[in-house]
């Protein structure tokens, strides 16, 4: 059983670097190859250690300070985001969905560092998270979301393909998440659109990538996109992950108390 231990970066990098295979899982990715369809992600992928922010992405990359400088904030959010960054610097930082064990928000769930699975079903692919069992669903019918969609914490979400790239669009979030734990906030408008492609790093590695469009004209002056890459793990099966049973990071008074 895996249990939410402590806040952010200063819990989980080491310890997930270390998690061995699940009992009956493959030893070695070679003994479990992802599928060779490049359409077809079924199938458990982990991102790469854990970086807790968002940044655009630049070619060359940029280091975190200065492709912070990017961020194309409106006012409102710079003044958000200073403030969100002073807290946790005075030791209150500002307490956000996942510490109250609701779900991580959307984008701010795909910067976990935990693993996902992909699982196809007709007019169907579902995400499942490892952490706190967040699950995805994205509707690959061609259809909107229903014009009586409630906002909720992971939002509406519809895929479809271009060319081997599989397009999500998601928008109808409510205002309870962040974009992401350092501080990155957001309004009823947010709409955040994945492109995610199958591809081979240079290390000979099947990964995806997910090119993160941020939009949210209460919070930012123009869309921005960010990037994650997954890499295969067929040696990995989703574990339990029980928040609620060891949730050291439970706020009080909106601020988290966990040290």
């Known amino acids: 059983m895996r249990k939410q231990l402590t806040l952010g970066a200063l819990a989980i990098t080491c310890l997930l670097a270390s998690r061995p295979p699940a009992a009956g899982a493959a030893t070695d990715t070679a003994d479990n190859p992802p599928p060779t369809d490049p359409r077809d992600f079924s199938g458990v992928w982990w991102t790469r250690g854990y970086d807790r922010t968002f940044r655009p992405v630049t070619d ?59 699982v196809y079903s007709p007019g169907l692919i579902t995400l499942l998270h490892e952490t706190a069992h967040n699950v995805r669903f994205i509707h690959m019918d061609g259809k909107p979301a229903p014009p009586d969609t409630p906002r909720t914490f992971l939002g509406y979400s519809v895929g479809h393909w271009e060319g081997n790239t599989l397009v999500v669009f998601t928008d109808h979030f409510n205002t309870r998440t962040q974009i992401d734990e350092e501080g990155l906030s957001h309004g009823p408008e947010l709409s955040v659109t994945e492109r995610i492609t199958k591809e081979t790093n240079r290390s000979g590695q099947v990964e995806l990538r997910d090119r993160i469009t941020i939009e949210d004209p209460e919070h930012f002056t123009r869309p921005w996109t960010a990037e994650r890459r997954f890499p295969w793990r067929g040696d990995v099966r989703i574990a339990e992950y029980s928040c609620e049973e060891n949730n050291r990071n439970a706020p009080k008074n909106g601020i988290t108390v966990a040290k």
Request: hydrophobic fraction near 40%; proline fraction near 20%; charged fraction near 10%.
């Open 60 to 118: 060359p990359p940029l280091p975190p300070a200065q492709a912070a400088k990017l961020l194309p904030f409106t006012p409102s959010e710079a003044a958000s985001w200073q403030h969100h960054l002073d807290m946790e610097k005075a030791g209150t930082p500002i307490a956000d969905a996942p510490t109250q064990c609701f779900p991580h928000g959307v984008p701010r769930l795909i910067a976990s560092p935990y693993p996902v699975q992909f």
